[in-house]
């Protein structure tokens, strides 16, 4: 057991890296164009890359005391008892890439825009609930990766439509 446990140890220092934070957001992209492509190693290898990109960036010197407080929290959270509410709560995030991975799958622009950001909205205020005020570190990440991944996503959907031929009627595509 001591290599698992060194092992996380190692990933948790790494954590600490606001590099891991601020690409995370942006597997989303991948995530949904392989869900879009109907590939489901596409889908698989960005969910590994997902889970293991915590621990790419080298441990950081110096860290945001902030930072530190919200990461004590995560690390309490996953390392305290489990509820059955905790582990209902826990269970919504591979939910949410379910329903993402169907959105895209089925072609659905709309749903999976409603998926991505409800899934924002759901992690910032499960940050704010369970860390109060040490949630703010995670906003610049949180809300930068939203901004790019709403920006690239409408951008993506428009360059569809317009090889599509479609009109102007937005909602046709969003279906």
Same mark, same amino acid.
């Given at each position: 057991?001591?290599?698992?446990?060194?092992?996380?140890?190692?990933?948790?220092?790494?954590?600490?890296?606001?590099?891991?934070?601020?690409?995370?957001?942006?597997?989303?992209?991948?995530?949904?164009?392989?869900?879009?492509?109907?590939?489901?190693?596409?889908?698989?290898?960005?969910?590994?890359?997902?889970?293991?990109?915590?621990?790419?960036?080298?441990?950081?010197?110096s860290?945001?005391?902030?930072?530190?407080?919200?990461?004590?929290?995560?690390?309490?959270?996953?390392?305290?008892?489990?509820?059955?509410?905790?582990?209902?709560?826990?269970?919504?995030?591979?939910?949410?890439?379910?329903?993402?991975a169907?959105?895209?799958?089925?072609?659905?622009?709309?749903?999976?825009?409603?998926?991505?950001?409800?899934?924002?909205?759901?992690?910032?205020?499960?940050?704010?609930?369970?860390? %109060?005020?040490?949630?703010?570190?995670?906003?610049?990440?949180?809300?930068?990766?939203?901004?790019?991944?709403n920006?690239?996503?409408?951008?993506?959907?428009?360059?569809?439509?317009?090889?599509? %031929?479609?009109?102007?009627?937005?909602?046709?595509?969003?279906?």
């Open positions: 057991m001591d290599v698992v446990s060194d092992f996380l140890n190692w990933a948790w220092e790494r954590h600490h890296n606001p590099l891991s934070w601020y690409i995370r957001p942006l597997f989303v992209l991948p995530f949904c164009y392989f869900a879009y492509k109907k590939s489901v190693w596409g889908v698989v290898l960005t969910i590994v890359a997902v889970l293991s990109s915590m621990f790419w960036f080298p441990a950081p010197t860290a945001d005391s902030r930072a530190t407080e919200f990461l004590a929290m995560e690390r309490r959270y996953v390392t305290g008892d489990w509820t059955l509410a905790k582990s209902a709560m826990t269970a919504l995030v591979p939910i949410w890439f379910f329903v993402l169907w959105a895209f799958w089925r072609r659905s622009w709309l749903a999976g825009f409603l998926v991505i950001n409800v899934g924002v909205l759901l992690k910032v205020v499960w940050s704010f609930y369970f860390a %109060g005020a040490s949630a703010w570190s995670i906003i610049p990440a949180v809300g930068i990766g939203a901004v790019v991944v920006g690239l996503m409408l951008s993506v959907y428009w360059r569809i439509r317009r090889r599509a %031929g479609t009109t102007n009627e937005h909602l046709d595509a969003l279906r």
